[in-house]
């Protein structure tokens, strides 16, 4: 078995700009990396058939190392087929991002964040105050404005206090995110993002 | 005629409910008795299938009369029909299990009448995938259901659903593509993708190719089962999806990469080369994947590390390549489908009765409903491998036959295997604490649902909650059916393990699989044996 150069070369080629574009941040790089990294297998899976030859229909007069290998072929129709399906359901995908969030990137994992950030410390099981270290940072402020941790205190500085947590913000994913919105972050169907004009946020 | 012919249809009778359901689109009732009907058709020729083998033997189907090792062959031996079996019987449960959370929420969620044709289509995908006899028809069943779940996973389309496809979509089409390399290479090598073939051709070529291609197989398969330092991805993505689509997800997806795992390692690359490297990854995915799971405060999180760390266990029984650790293995991989499923549905019914999945924001809900306690503590104990449950009857095995290769580095998995076991307890436990054992009132900001008045728990309409049922009879009912599964895998241990023991003597012997697709002149080549030179070079 031969192998072509400029295929091989080629192929090479697609490899690497196909790696180097699914590093990227951008969802649409991603993707043309990904249809690279496609092809790029496609034409190794060519190069795996051997010499270019005669096609594939039976003769009693041809030797039949004359034949061009056709399962190789075969396997690449399948291969297209199959990247064409998921090119275009990632293009859905992409779009549906910058629906949402008017962005063509991939998003920060907020409670990757919150569990890179959560102190080993546990409120209830190692503290007999109950301080704020949970991760719902504003959940602990009652309905009546007032932080638990703030119970026992009286006067205008606990008021204060959950007044300023009131606002505090969470910056995820390059977006700022109010802290309470955050927590909610995971929940079905919450949007912490504004409708876009497509109507994407129900 | 043989009964094995049959088949096929595992695989057609799905896709062909997913026509009918697709086309029935409109008709959600019509759609939902077609979809049950067909899987429940499947489940009954799998276990026909099963029962066919059950005592022993391979059989070889040539699709469209191609004679191997041209054509597409599917096999039918014990470990595949197992599979089947519990594959089929987890999509069941799940689907009546979905059926009754659509009816129960109405038809608000639009994006449901494309549920059925899309999950349907997943059950074709992995059918196909455990039934392959040919790499290229694997890697087509696993494109199958990949993309089927790349839609179940972004159901509905929502932003973090969204975010978490992006990153499987991506990781799964690098893992596919790395496969398709693989499959290329070997095709270039050997000039077949027949796996019996390919057992034969392999054993011709120099180790160092082999080593190759059986590093590219290893790493494509790796990641599409989660294995540690591959297994990044799966945390991140599974929790966002719809309950149902997350259990199904965590039962089987991850499964059929150990399964490929397994095929290859023991048709293709018998022999122990690669057997370290692999015991040494199934201990820190055991070890990562369980220490993950303790710093999580979400249901659904805690138990896609608790999915990562246990398949650590599987990996753990493929790498002893001994007929008891893969019993052993084959054994767990069927307990865990069954039981990583259930607990993830019970976590979508804690969902609904408490109003969050957060084991800070749920309490007191053994009180509030007992049967959910049970649902849970039953599959949780299973996990954690509490005598008598299955969970602990896979683990001894394995940790039998770690003993019993008696290396320093078995001895380390048997020791890390019982550490996993003991902090998946551990999780579980805290989990069972916080959300089941406080007092309602207890819980840190509580969604409205919990603390309502247990008298209208049934149908409330109260804030924030539109007028749903909370515990639908089918949702529950479907739970109960997979736990009570769960439980019948612990009661009928004795003659399964004789099974899986029968399977793995037959996957290490290879002769029945090779002669069942080549006929029965088919030579079976010697196990290769790396000489020790070499395998001082490849450390």
């Not at chain 2, 697709?517 to 450390?539: C, S, W």
């Amino acid at each position: 078995m031969s192998v072509n150069l400029t295929l091989l070369t080629v192929m090479g080629a697609l490899y690497a700009c196909g790696i180097y574009l699914i590093m990227e941040r951008s969802l649409t790089r991603v993707l043309l990396g990904l249809m690279l990294l496609a092809n790029a297998t496609n034409l190794l899976i060519l190069a795996t058939g051997g010499y270019a030859g005669l096609a594939p229909m039976f003769s009693k007069d041809i030797d039949p190392r004359d034949y061009n290998d056709p399962l190789p072929q075969a396997l690449i129709l399948t291969s297209i087929v199959i990247s064409f399906a998921v090119t275009a359901f990632m293009l859905g995908i992409i779009y549906r991002t910058w629906v949402l969030a008017r962005r063509d990137e991939i998003q920060d994992d907020v409670e990757d964040i919150r569990v890179a950030e959560t102190p080993s410390f546990d409120a209830e099981d190692d503290s007999e105050i109950p301080v704020e270290t949970s991760e719902f940072p504003l959940t602990m402020v009652g309905t009546d404005g007032r932080g638990i941790s703030d119970a026992g205190m009286s006067g205008e500085g606990a008021a204060g206090g959950s007044a300023e947590r009131g606002s505090a913000i969470v910056k995820a994913g390059g977006r700022e995110i109010k802290a309470k919105d955050a927590a909610a972050e995971e929940q079905p169907g919450s949007q912490n993002v504004t409708p876009g004009p497509e109507g994407g946020v129900k | 005629m043989n009964i094995a012919s049959f088949a096929p249809l595992a695989v057609v009778l799905p896709i062909l409910g997913a026509a009918l359901t697709f086309v029935l689109i409109r008709h959600s009732r019509a759609q939902r008795a077609v979809s049950i009907t067909l899987l429940s058709l499947t489940l009954l020729l799998e276990c026909v299938l099963l029962a066919s083998v059950w005592d022993g033997g391979t059989a070889a189907v040539n699709i469209g009369g191609w004679l191997p090792p041209w054509g597409i062959v599917m096999v039918v031996d014990q470990f595949s029909s197992l599979m089947l079996v519990v594959s089929s019987t987890v999509s069941l449960a799940v689907l009546v299990y979905a059926t009754g959370q659509g009816m129960a929420d109405g038809d608000r969620d639009a994006p449901l009448s494309i549920f059925h044709p899309t999950y349907l289509i997943l059950v074709a995908g992995v059918s196909n995938a455990f039934l392959s006899g040919d790499l290229f028809n694997l890697y087509v069943g696993f494109e199958i259901l990949l993309t089927a779940s790349y839609v179940l996973m972004t159901l509905g389309g929502t932003g973090p659903r969204i975010r978490a496809g992006v990153t499987y979509v991506v990781v799964s089409v690098v893992s596919s593509v790395l496969f398709l390399i693989a499959i290329a290479m070997i095709y270039g090598a050997t000039g077949t993708i027949n796996m019996a073939d390919l057992a034969i051709k392999l054993a011709d070529l120099d180790s160092g190719t082999r080593m190759l291609l059986h590093v590219m197989l290893l790493v494509a398969f790796g990641i599409k089962a989660a294995v540690f330092p591959l297994s990044f991805w799966l945390p991140d993505s599974y929790p966002t999806a719809p309950a149902p689509v997350t259990a199904v997800f965590a039962g089987l997806l991850t499964k059929v990469g150990v399964y490929a795992m397994v095929r290859t390692e023991t048709l293709l690359f018998p022999g122990d080369s690669l057997n370290t490297p692999l015991m040494v990854a199934a201990l820190l995915t055991m070890v990562v994947g369980i220490l993950g799971a303790l710093a999580q405060s979400d249901i659904k999180r805690l138990l896609s590390f608790t999915l990562v760390s246990h398949i650590g266990y599987m990996v753990f029984g493929l790498a002893m390549s001994s007929v008891a650790g893969l019993g052993a293995a084959v054994f767990y991989v069927a307990h865990h489908i069954t039981i990583q499923t259930s607990l993830f549905l019970v976590t979508g019914l804690i969902e609904r009765r408490g109003g969050s999945s957060s084991i800070d924001r749920v309490a007191g809900l053994a009180k509030l409903s007992p049967i959910l306690a049970l649902l849970f503590f039953i599959p949780a104990m299973n996990l954690a491998g509490i005598p008598p449950f299955s969970g602990f009857l896979g683990k001894v095995g394995l940790m039998q036959a770690g003993v019993q290769l008696g290396t320093p580095l078995a001895y380390a998995l048997v020791i890390g295997g019982a550490l996993t076991s003991l902090l998946t307890l551990l999780a579980v436990a805290r989990v069972w604490n916080r959300a089941f054992w406080r007092k309602p009132e207890d819980a840190e900001n509580p969604d409205p649902v919990l603390l309502a008045d247990p008298e209208d728990s049934d149908t409330g309409d109260r804030a924030g909650k539109r007028n749903v049922t909370l515990l639908p009879r089918t949702m529950v009912g479907s739970t109960l059916g997979l736990v009570a599964f769960g439980v019948a895998l612990t009661v009928f241990a004795g003659p399964l393990f004789r099974v899986a023991d029968q399977s793995a003597v037959d996957m290490l012997d290879r002769s029945s699989y090779i002669q069942a697709v080549l006929g029965e002149n088919a030579p079976v080549p010697p196990i290769a044996q790396p000489e020790p030179a070499q395998q001082e070079g490849q450390k």
